[in-house]
């Protein structure tokens, strides 16, 4: 018996544009019945989860359930949730039935666990409309012009006084600046480090190629730092020659997640302190800390020789395009040089409404009502691989939004092949690794549990669990 939900909701999402709501998920359901992509006893989510998925009320899912328990479609038992009623085969279309209500074959997965995105079905849709409505009323004229290439005053206000208290960031305003997302600020990085004649920035063993690329598209080298179980080896960069800065994820190593240790945090700052250089620092996730106390952000040691880069892409959405730099004091004019050359400011509307959804108090409920449930997720996660796969050793559970499936040498491809068979994408610990990284001694799964909706994470994790037995 199929005991999971498809990734169905975004398909019922599509069928339902242009169509009467209750009518047209009713089609839907019917049609995957009829043809056999819902299996027998494939279990439906509830009537609230779904009804998130869709955006439309929860008596519109439970209504359409109802009625098609009535017609034999669905079965519906107290405790055991609704499921597709067993039937002896699918039905094929007669050959005159018309074509035109047939739907296409998937020919992606079923289910992704790739890391990088939060849940975006728990978006605050009515706090962030409430923000933006209270933002938008009190916005003086001027915000609607071209702006300060900063960012906006009332963002980068709140910012400084939030990074200070949940990030330990020193952060005035004068030193904030917002752009589009952390790709646009480390682009900007590297135009300011190539016109002070930097020739290399260190980076990680393991990260994203595309922040490596776009160092390199600047004309940087970007030279690999050993990495072991207390993280990346900073104490190597004094050997590094022609090194100018070093990109970094102290708080939660990408995608290891391993902290930093404080000795070579330490190491770090004293470097750039001894040769002018610069640390990048690049605080992805830092609000998600499950198993510790938060670990504060680098940048506190010396705030002349750090960039503190952070971003809302997985705190809310990555849809917002918001990040922030804050910014050694001496910096600050080269930076807005070299933004300005590119564009004026980001949106301020969406700066506005993000500031009152900090200043609210919205932000933080959020972030801790999002705590609890990517723990919980988490905790599931370990509790199904203990039970059904317990050779699998997880690591890089303290903090954040995936974690890492550490397999025996030679098996990574296979699971990742195993994985796709059963309809579920993932990646490779190998897609991180740096080309210049020592021979490859680790591989594993790196598994983002935050980006599945409520009503597919049963079922991606069921598939995860059944590629790995």
């Excluded at 499936?405 to 195993?418: K, M, W």
């Amino acid at each position: 018996m199929t005991d999971s939900w498809a990734t169905f909701g975004a398909d019922l999402h599509l069928d339902l544009r242009g169509t009467r709501l209750r009518s047209g998920l009713m089609d839907a359901l019917r049609e995957a019945v009829r043809t056999g992509r819902l299996a027998p006893g494939t279990r439906l989510p509830s009537s609230r989860s779904l009804a998130v998925d869709l955006g439309v009320a929860r008596n519109t899912v439970a209504d359409a359930y109802a009625e098609l328990v009535a017609e034999g479609w669905l079965v519906a038992r107290q405790g055991s949730g609704t499921r597709v009623a067993q039937r002896s085969v699918p039905r094929k279309p007669p050959p005159g039935e018309s074509r035109a209500r047939a739907r296409p074959v998937r020919s992606g997965p079923d289910y992704s666990l790739r890391p990088g995105s939060p849940d975006l079905a728990s978006f605050p849709r009515a706090e962030w409309l409430k923000a933006a409505r209270r933002a938008l009323t009190a916005a003086p004229h001027e915000a609607f012009g071209y702006g300060d290439p900063r960012g906006r005053i009332e963002l980068r206000t709140v910012l400084a006084d939030y990074l200070a208290r949940a990030r330990g960031v020193y952060a005035a305003p004068e030193r904030v600046v917002v752009c589009n997302g952390f790709v646009h600020g480390l682009m900007l990085m590297g135009k300011i480090l190539k016109r002070r004649r930097v020739r290399d920035v260190a980076v990680e063993s393991y990260g994203l190629d595309f922040h490596w690329d776009l160092l390199t598209g600047a004309g940087l080298g970007t030279p690999a730092l050993p990495f072991d179980d207390t993280g990346t080896c900073t104490e190597g960069l004094g050997g590094m020659r022609g090194v100018g800065a070093v990109l970094m994820t102290p708080a939660h190593q990408f995608p290891l997640g391993v902290p930093l240790h404080a000795d070579r945090r330490a190491a770090a700052v004293d470097w750039a302190r001894r040769t002018g250089g610069l640390v990048l620092e690049d605080d992805y996730d830092g609000e998600f800390r499950y198993d510790r106390q938060p670990v504060g952000a680098l940048q506190g040691l010396d705030p002349e020789r750090v960039v503190y880069m952070g971003t809302a892409s997985k705190s809310l959405a990555p849809g917002l395009r918001l990040a922030w730099m804050v910014l050694p004091e001496s910096m600050v004019g080269e930076v807005l040089e070299a933004k300005g050359r590119e564009e004026w400011s980001s949106g301020a509307l969406d700066q506005l409404t993000l500031a009152e959804f900090i200043a609210s108090g919205a932000y933080d409920r959020h972030v801790r009502g999002m705590r609890l449930r990517y723990r919980r997720r988490r905790d599931q996660l370990v509790a199904a691989l203990a039970e059904r796969a317990p050779a699998i050793r997880v690591s890089g559970i303290a903090a954040g939004l995936h974690a890492v499936l550490e397999l025996p040498p030679g098996t990574e491809r296979q699971a990742i092949r195993s994985a796709a068979w059963h309809g579920l994408a993932v990646h490779g610990l190998s897609d991180f690794r740096h080309a210049e990284a020592r021979a490859a001694d680790r591989e594993g799964l790196v598994v983002g549990y935050a980006t599945p909706p409520d009503s597919a994470w049963a079922g991606a994790l069921d598939a995860l669990c059944a590629s790995l037995e």
